[in-house]
Structure formats: structure tokens, C-alpha cells
């Protein structure tokens, strides 16, 4: 299936296609178990209401990864299997979302209710969230299990998943809603949630998925004799970049206007732990230090302004344009001294995520 000429909606609709044949699977699967119609009616509804909807930037990135990796077009058997991987960190990301949206008590996830408030599901949708993780490690299964890397996906699905959880949990303890203190905030705490809250399952688990499907060894030689390790250079540029990337998500918190960025930022009343506010903490003074303690992370209009009044005092905005120099700047280092050979690593892999979100505006 060639899809390096096509339009990017036809790109999403080919993507979207894939979720329609695996909703389809995993319906038949389950009349084949002798599961109830009613009960498979749950899950089917579960699927369609929160795997789809998002960017799917994730998901389709395994399959533009892989299609760079191959140097050409993929065939049909070649995308189904790319884009089945991609729909996987989907479910996987519906998961976490699903289960998120209720211990935050959110009320609108996609432009539509959280799945947990509709009047039907509740906190049944703790249930259904398991069930569409489990989804993942049943397609794995069903689609890979004679593969030789098939327990290599398991286990990077399940660490990924792990890694995730560990971040979302060191977030949650640092940042909750209801309580301010700011003592537990750091620039090094916003870096280790990032990495394993985001990082990880955002970006290197859809290049990982895409190694392993383009059967890119663990290691091989290159023509000077030199030894490369795939994986970990992917993990080596990977990681910097998905932190790069949740940086610029809370500078554009604070600095986009809802019109560029498409929502209204709430980070500060929302007490998030965001690279703005770490940021501000180190560089601010007593008695600026005191006028965050006393207006972040507050429900209130009027002393949300004062603490964005604080951040242009403290030219953040001048500290984020400096970063983002010196980390993308790094990153093309790394990226450029990656040496190509036929059936290994290849800079557009990585030059495709960076040029993405370089200097993006929302």
C-alpha cells in the first residue's frame, strides 16, 4: 500500500480503516469464546468511543517509521501488520486516558464526556479499561505469535506500560489538584515524570514497534568494524526528544493563545508540575518565589494573571527559545552521526518526529 504520496487525510483514513477490522476481530473473537451479545456490546461501544478521535500520531508513526525503514512503499500484508502495532499503542493510549480521566475527576476528554460519566458506564469504565488493555496483548497474540520477535513486542508493551504507569503515578503525588506545594516541584521531578509518563510510550514505543517489525537486529557491524545497537541509539535520541516535546507543550500552555493552540491553557490553576513553573522556581528570587507560593496551582482568575506576570518578569520566554536551540541542536548532532547501511537505522526516522515539532505553534 503506498502511502508516502498521499494526502494526510487519506493517510488517517487508511489508518482508520485498520481500527474497523479489529473492532470486527475482536467481535467475532469473543462470539467464538461464547461470550454473552450484550456483554460484547459493552466492550464493542468501549472500543469505538475512546480508541479513535485523537491525532493518532502515535499509532501512525509505526507505520511511516516502518515504510522509512523499507526505503519504499509497504504492501498491503506489510501495512496491516505496521498499522496494527500502531492501533495497539491506540488501545494502549485509550487505556490510559480512560483510567486517568477518572482519578482526576475530568469531564471532557475529545470534545466529548469521559467516558466514566456517561450514565451508563460510571465506574464500570475501570472495568472496560482493562479490558481494552488486554485487547493489546490479544491482537499481539493473534497476529504475531509465530513471529520470531513476537515475546520482544510482549515485553516492550508490558515495560512500556509500566514505565508509563510510574510516571502518571510520581506526577500525581508531586502535583495533586487540591494541594499545593510547591517544595516537591524541580526541573530534576518535571524531567523524570516526563520521561516516563510521556516519553517512553509517545515516542520510542512506536520506533521500537516499528524495529521489530522491520526485523532490524539488536545489533550489527558496521564497515569500519564499529558495533551498533539499534535500539538503544533510538532510545539515546528518543527520549531527549519526547522531553523536548512535553517542554514545548507547557510553554505553549502558558504563551499560546487558545486560538494557536486550540484550548485554553490551565496549567497554573491546575497546579501541574510543567517546565514553566520549575523553571520560574529556579530562577526566582525570595520574594518572587513567595508571590508563586501564594498564586499557583489556584482556582482564580485574578492570581492566575499574577503568576503569568511573574513568568514574562522572569523572561521565560527568553529561557525556553534558549533551550529549544540547544536541545534540537543536540539532537541533529545525534542524529547526524548515525552511519546508514542497508537493513539498519536511517537519520530520517528521527529527522521526521524533530522536523515535526520543531518550533510548532500548537
Keep these: 500500500m503506498a502511502i508516502g504520496t498521499q494526502t494526510a487525510s487519506a493517510r488517517r483514513s487508511n489508518f482508520e480503516a485498520i481500527l474497523e477490522l479489529i473492532v470486527a476481530e475482536q467481535t467475532e473473537y469473543l462470539h467464538t469464546l461464547g461470550v454473552p451479545v450484550d456483554a460484547i456490546d459493552v466492550y464493542r461501544n468501549s472500543l469505538i468511543y475512546n480508541v479513535p478521535g485523537g491525532k493518532l500520531t502515535r499509532g501512525m508513526s509505526v ?3 516502518v515504510e522509512i525503514l523499507k526505503g519504499e512503499p509497504l504492501d498491503q500484508g ?8 500502531g492501533w495497539c499503542i491506540e488501545l494502549l493510549q485509550a487505556y490510559f486516558l480512560v483510567a486517568d480521566d477518572i482519578v482526576d475527576s475530568s469531564i471532557m476528554r475529545r470534545g466529548r464526556p469521559c467516558w466514566y460519566r456517561l450514565p451508563h458506564v460510571g465506574l464500570k469504565a475501570i472495568k472496560d479499561c482493562a479490558i481494552v488493555q488486554g485487547a493489546v ?5 493473534a497476529h504475531f ?7 520482544d513486542l ?5 515495560e512500556t506500560t509500566y514505565q508509563t504507569e510510574m510516571g502518571q503515578l510520581i506526577d500525581l503525588i508531586t502535583a495533586p489538584e487540591d494541594k499545593v506545594n510547591l517544595s516537591k516541584f524541580s526541573l530534576e521531578r518535571h524531567r523524570l515524570i516526563v520521561i516516563y509518563k510521556t516519553a517512553f510510550y ?8 516499528a524495529l521489530l517489525v522491520s526485523k532490524i ?6 564497515p569500519s568494524g564499529a558495533t551498533v545497537q539499534p535500539f538503544d541509539v533510538s532510545r539515546s535520541i528518543l527520549i531527549p526528544l519526547g522531553e523536548y516535546f512535553q517542554i514545548q507543550d507547557d510553554f505553549l500552555d502558558f504563551s499560546g493563545t487558545p486560538e494557536q493552540i486550540g484550548k485554553i491553557g490551565t496549567d497554573i490553576v491546575d497546579n501541574k508540575c510543567s517546565w514553566v513553573v520549575n523553571t520560574a522556581i529556579r530562577l526566582a528570587n525570595p520574594e518572587q518565589r513567595k508571590i508563586l507560593d501564594e498564586n499557583y496551582g489556584r482556582k482564580d482568575a485574578e492570581k492566575e494573571k499574577v503568576v503569568k506576570a511573574l ?3 522572569l523572561k521565560i520566554r527568553d529561557v525556553y527559545a534558549e533551550y529549544e536551540e540547544k536541545v534540537v541542536s543536540e539532537l541533529r548532532q545525534k542524529i547526524g552521526e548515525i552511519v546508514e547501511v542497508p537493513g539498519g537505522l536511517k537519520k530520517e526516522v528521527f529527522n521526521s518526529f524533530l522536523d515535526k515539532i520543531y518550533k510548532r505553534k500548537k
Design 145 to 151: 505469535r509465530l513471529e520470531p520477535y513476537y515475546i
Design 202 to 209: 509517545s515516542f520510542y514505543l512506536p520506533v521500537a514497534c
Design 311 to 313: 513568568f514574562e518578569e
Design 217 to 222: 537486529p539488536y545489533s550489527y557491524s558496521l
Design 78 to 85: 506489510e501495512y496491516f501488520k505496521a498499522a496494527l502495532l
Design 63 to 65: 507505520v511511516d517509521t
Design 137 to 141: 496483548y490479544q491482537l499481539l497474540k
Design 154 to 158: 510482549v515485553d516492550l508493551f508490558h
